[in-house]
């Protein structure tokens, strides 16, 4: 089952490369100019998100998808890495797979010479790990 975490953090992703999220049948999309802000999500990114969530917006989808964040949300959908690029992709628990990846109308993506989409970090924690790591090594 996809928690809202991992939905919210699939779309991140998805936005990062440029990827819209569709509301109202195709008469409007979502895509936030900056999604990170540090070691969090960007304040326009949060402000989208709750849009997503709002009872208006339950019929938005990934833009290159067919599956609606609502469904997402249900326990019927997982988050799974993409095979071909990695990149976070819904997939039934049960049942048939969707049909494609959103990468897959993406001329340019995977693209190994581009940082990738990534979640917020947290900088000093991420430091004190590497430094953890080099102390053990340096024994």
Known sequence: MATKQEVKAYLAYWF??????IVGNGKASILPKSVLDGDRYSK???????????????????????????ELLTSVWEMLPCCRCTMPVAARNLG?????????????????????????????????????RLLDNSV
């Open 44 to 70: 326009e990114f949060e402000e989208c998100w709750e849009q997503i969530l709002s009872k208006e917006s339950a019929n938005c989808h990934l833009e290159g998808t067919d599956e609606t964040i609502a």
């Open 16 to 21: 990062q490369l440029g990827k819209k999220v």
């Open 96 to 132: 048939m797979p969707a049909l494609s990846c959103p990468c897959n109308d993406l001329l340019s993506w995977p693209n190994t010479e581009l940082p990738t989409p990534r979640a917020p970090i947290k900088t000093q924690e991420q430091l004190k790990i590497i430094q953890a």
